[in-house]
């Protein structure tokens, strides 16, 4: 299966809007915004602000980084990477920025919540790697289930359902438009996110 956006020559029109937006409803990009958040929930003020900042740059720019130098050089042949084998380096290089920012949130006695966040971001991106080898599932479909579930048991369910179910539902409707997943691949990836929130309070009493 071809993704409607796989060749530049096609992004036009809805495919150009559903491309952009799936790049800005990106995990990296959600995961940043829950960090700030988080982080000025315990720490507010600059404190707060620099815990975000270096949770940012470790666990959202740093893979993006990665991904877009092996774009430039030439070892992956499009931004969102359909075949599996060009998601290896960027996995493997995305888990271990996360332990690096879990440890040092840890030993510098950093926010727990960011931690947990932390955490929870190794541990998705470790499984959706493993997965990944046999198997192309959607890591879009697990950061917004994640972020969703985040957000309602942090901060409030009623902020949850009203603002990032429509876009749950509208990040899984556009994978499945740009034919980059297919259902059972984005319900596989939302039930992921779903397990990985739910292991993370029963395992680590984290959020």
Request: with cysteine; glycine share 6%; proline share 4%.
């Amino acid at each position: 299966m071809t993704p409607r956006d796989f060749n530049k020559d096609d992004h036009t029109g809805r495919v150009k809007a559903a491309r952009l937006f799936s790049n800005v409803v990106s995990p990296p990009v959600m995961f940043a915004v829950v960090g700030l958040a988080f982080a000025l929930t315990e720490e507010p003020g600059l404190t707060g602000f620099a815990w975000a900042a270096f949770y940012g740059l470790l666990v959202s720019l740093a893979p993006i980084l990665v991904v877009l130098y092996l774009l430039r050089t030439g070892r992956i042949k499009e931004l969102h990477m359909s075949d599996t084998r060009e998601r290896h380096i960027p996995y493997v290089t995305a888990v271990a920025s996360a332990l690096i920012a879990f440890m040092v949130i840890t030993l510098l006695d950093g926010p727990e919540l960011l931690r947990c966040l932390a955490l929870l971001n190794s541990m998705n991106l470790a499984a959706l790697g493993i997965i990944n080898i046999r198997w192309l599932i959607s890591i879009h479909a697990t950061g917004i289930m994640a972020t969703f579930l985040l957000t309602g048991i942090v901060f409030s369910w009623m902020l949850a359902w009203v603002l990032l179910f429509p876009l749950l539902l509208a990040v899984a409707t556009i994978r499945l438009y740009l034919k980059r997943h297919t259902l059972p691949q984005v319900i596989a990836g939302l039930a992921l996110g779903a397990v990985t929130v739910w292991l993370m309070r029963v395992l680590f009493t984290c959020f």
